[in-house]
């Protein structure tokens, strides 16, 4: 089978201008199928204050009115998407930009009204989300996304899909990367592949020379009991498992100015069984 590597970038990237075209200039140079899918970092918030939309969080959650929904989309699948895809055409990759619903390649699920207990309000609260959507093993049309890649795209995603009546959702990037790559794993070897600002997984956050440079289940279990892996690089790396355990070949976390040291297998942390 050929190797198919699904790369899921950080807005931390998309928010530097040079280190997202020197980003590109290398994912440009990965041979073979490949994926890219990118969230907005910080451009949507900024354009919401602009427009004097405010963000809205509840009990630190945010939610995707319908104002919100406006501007993610035409910042994630219009501004940013389109000028990746521009400046991937440039260093000579045949790129396609498109959300889920695309080619109805990703269908998504609203997420419903959950119950949750307000730390602000002292009480329980029918927690709406707003549009947000969630995805699951039959989300992915993986047929249609096979034949763009065969015929020599390149898919860039944007963070948004649709729930197949009519309705745009906002998504999150790592969860569309996540079940992307375990969609294809019919079709492909697949390779997951998270770049963020740091080195990859570190046994000091602080130090980038302490990296950590492979995690299986058994150490996994003995990094989080001695809380050198906490907070938020707990549910990345629970997907990263999860995926491994759906068949994906690997998963790797590293830093975005590094994609290069793929190609010799050097490339931050690697997720294995």
């Not at 590109?24 to 204050?49: E, V, W, Y």
């Not at 498109?98 to 029918?126: C, H, V, W, Y």
């Not at 390149?154 to 963070?159: D, E, G, I, K």
């Not at 759906?246 to 942390?269: H, M, P, R, W, Y």
Request: glycine residues 8%; charged residues 25%.
């Amino acid at each position: 089978m050929k190797l198919l590597k699904i790369i899921k970038i950080g807005g931390n990237v998309i928010d530097n201008t040079e280190h997202l075209k020197s980003f590109l200039s290398d994912f440009a140079t990965i041979q073979g199928p490949k994926i890219l899918i990118h969230g907005g970092g910080k451009i949507a918030t900024k354009i919401s204050s602009e427009l004097g939309i405010e963000s809205k969080l509840v009990d630190g959650r945010r939610i995707t009115d319908a104002d919100t929904l406006r501007v993610v989309t035409m910042v994630y699948a219009g501004l940013i998407n389109k000028n990746i895809v521009a400046s991937l055409q440039q260093n000579a990759c045949n790129a396609i930009g498109l959300t889920g619903a695309d080619g109805n390649i990703i269908r998504a699920k609203k997420r419903p009204i959950k119950k949750i207990f307000s730390k602000e309000m002292n009480q329980e609260i029918d927690l709406d989300y707003g549009f947000v959507g969630d995805l699951d093993d039959s989300s992915v049309d993986s047929e249609s996304l096979y034949i763009l890649l065969e015929s020599g795209f390149t898919p860039v995603f944007s963070a948004i899909t649709h729930d197949g009546n009519g309705q745009l959702l906002n998504t999150n990037a790592d969860t569309i990367a996540s079940v992307l790559a375990v969609s294809m794993v019919k079709h492909y070897d697949t390779s997951l592949i998270y770049c963020f600002e740091k080195a990859g997984v570190l046994m000091d956050v602080d130090d980038e020379n302490s990296l950590i440079k492979s995690i299986n289940p058994n150490n996994y279990s003995d990094l989080k009991k001695d809380g050198i892996i906490n907070e938020g690089m707990i549910p990345k790396l629970d997907n990263a498992f999860e995926a491994i355990k759906n068949g994906v070949k690997e998963v790797c976390i590293g830093k975005s100015d590094a994609l290069s040291d793929l190609n010799q297998n050097n490339f931050g942390t690697r997720i294995t069984k």
